[in-house]
């Protein structure tokens, strides 16, 4: 009976110690289980900051083209309305390049004016504020322009102002070679003379030039009888020379 509780005693004795040492190993390592499974589990368990999110706000976004019509312009920005009728507005610094067909490398920035077509390309900043990197001024179709109206002021060989029936005001220049018609009515060119201006569309938006001046004299008058015929009947007795079509300018 002794032999068999000392016996147990010992069994006893012996699973405790085994315990211990159990116990003790693994308080011993205090390192993680570095299996693949394991390691892969810790990765995604454990935060991390958005790297690639800062990584990129650090860059700016890549140039961007916008076609549309400017609606404002100043020193230092343009406003351009596009076709779906929104606005965005671009900052102009000094490296911003403008290109106007008709001025060649003469052109900047203040030869942009509101009512012309472009093309920009920009760059979006850190702030979300678009800077231009080039406008590109877009000609349009060649097509004359014929206005009808009163002189109301003339400097011969220089410009020529009208005014039509609706009260607006509208300047040409001239040049040695705008013709004047009928050629044997060129002393009745003078302020208070009805005549039809015509001149080829200016899409840069600048100063308009005529090509030809037609006088309506009283004969003219009386088979016309409305403005509408006189337009007509100027445009059929003129052959004017027109300006070298501009060429459209491809997107960058």
Do not use: W
Not at 36 to 55: C, F, L, R, V
Not at 118 to 147: D, F
């Amino acid at each position: 009976m002794k032999k068999l509780s000392g016996l147990t005693f010992l069994v006893i004795s012996l699973l405790l110690v085994s315990t211990m040492t159990v116990y003790a190993s693994t308080d011993a390592n205090p390192h993680p289980d570095k299996t693949p499974g394991a390691q892969a589990t810790q990765n995604a368990i454990t935060p991390h900051g958005n790297g690639q999110q800062n990584s990129a706000a650090g860059k700016d976004n890549k140039p961007q083209n916008y076609r549309g019509t400017l609606t404002a312009v100043s020193a230092d920005a343009i406003t351009l309305e596009t076709s779906d009728g929104s606005s965005v507005v671009f900052a102009l610094d000094t490296e911003t390049r403008v290109k106007v067909p008709t001025l060649g490398n003469s052109s900047t920035a203040e030869s942009l004016l509101a009512g012309q077509n472009v093309i920009v390309r920009a760059r979006q900043n850190q702030e979300g504020v678009l800077t231009a990197i080039s406008v590109s001024v877009i000609p349009g179709k060649p097509q004359l322009v014929h206005r009808v109206g009163t002189v109301s002021a003339y400097s011969a060989g220089e410009q020529i102002t009208i005014t039509d029936k609706e009260g607006q005001e509208f300047t040409f220049l001239l040049t040695d070679s705008t013709k004047i018609l009928p050629a044997d009515q060129l002393d009745q060119l003078q302020v208070g003379v009805l005549v039809t201006i015509i001149c080829p569309r200016d899409v840069t938006g600048g100063p308009l030039t005529a090509n030809g001046i037609v006088i309506h004299t009283a004969s003219s008058l009386s088979e016309a009888t409305d403005e509408a015929e006189i337009e007509e009947t100027a445009i059929e007795a003129t052959e004017l020379p027109t300006e070298a079509a501009p060429t459209e300018t491809p997107e960058p």
